[in-house]
């Protein structure tokens, strides 16, 4: 299973982005895909426990989102063949959104999706940069 994560970059405050994530070479078909974030300097780095999650989807649709994320974040998910994708749309973005955000991914769970989970694939990362 690869994990590549798209999008990201500099905007203004009140601006929007959409990050991309695409999980290829698993053909299983419930999944349970979510975005986490760091910011740079805060936690330790590559450390799962230390990224903040903001949201999360099942196959399904059912979503869940944390309170950085809501009313403002929308996650989707969508199939093809063996490639799961999940964007991040991101509108009013503030300056505390600034971090490195991720995507992960994990099939065969028997709980609820959710960020909480062990997810076993991680995407590498992508910058958003957002000023005042």
């Known amino acids: 299973v690869k994990v590549v994560q798209s999008g990201g970059g500099s905007v203004q405050a009140g601006g929007s982005l959409t990050l991309s994530c695409t999980a290829s070479g698993q053909i299983e078909s419930r999944a349970c895909m979510a975005w986490f974030r760091q910011v740079p300097g805060k936690g330790r780095e590559g450390v799962r426990e230390?990224?903040?999650?903001?949201?999360?989807?099942?196959?399904?649709?059912?979503?869940?989102?944390k309170d950085s994320a809501k009313g403002r974040f929308i996650i989707s998910i969508s199939k093809d063949h063996d490639k799961t994708i999940s964007n991040l749309q991101m509108n009013n973005l503030k300056p505390e959104d600034t971090a490195m955000y991720y995507c992960?991914?994990?099939?065969?769970?028997?709980?609820?999706?959710?960020?909480?989970?062990?997810?076993?694939?991680w995407g590498q990362g992508t910058q958003v940069t957002v000023s005042s």
């Open positions: 992960a991914a994990m099939w065969q769970f028997p709980m609820k999706c959710s960020e909480t989970l062990n997810f076993t694939y």
């Open positions: 230390d990224r903040e999650g903001l949201a999360s989807i099942d196959s399904d649709g059912s979503t869940i989102y």
